[in-house]
Nanobody, 123 residues
Framework: VQLVESGGGSVQAGGSLRLSCAVS????????MAWFRQTPGKEREGVAG????????IYADSVKGRFTISQDVAKSTVYLQMNSLKPEDTAMYYC??????????????????WGQGTQVTVS
């Protein structure tokens, strides 16, 4: 399984970025995909997740109304549109995948497959 993130960068507060995560060698159509973030010295935090078969989504309270997770099934790619960015959104963002997840635990960082991360800096 390979997950490759892209789209990170530096942006001013109030700006927007879109992250992408392309997945390969994985049964994407019946999976659970999620975005996490981490800053030095802190635990990895779940940001948003999506069930690929139903497109049902879940968000952390800290990003609700600002971030949107979506997918392109044909491309086996998940996106994270981040609007109204705040300095506290600065972190390394990781894409993660698994074939299943326990309901209620979607934003816990115990999925099986992870990307290498992409840095988002908001100033």
């Amino acid at each position: 399984v390979q997950l490759v993130e892209s789209g990170g960068g530096s942006v001013q507060a109030g700006g927007s970025l879109r992250l992408s995560c392309a997945v390969s060698r994985f049964s994407y159509s019946t999976a659970y995909m999620a975005w996490f973030r981490q800053t030095p010295g802190k635990e990895r935090e779940g940001v948003a997740g999506i069930y690929t078969s139903s497109s049902a989504t879940i968000y952390a309270d800290s990003v609700k109304g600002r971030f949107t997770i979506s997918q392109d099934v044909a491309k086996s790619t998940v996106y994270l549109q981040m609007n109204s960015l705040k300095p506290e959104d600065t972190a390394m963002y990781y894409c993660a995948a698994d074939s299943a997840v326990v309901p209620g635990e979607e934003l816990l960082p115990d999925l099986n497959y992870w990307g290498q991360g992409t840095q988002v800096t908001v100033s």
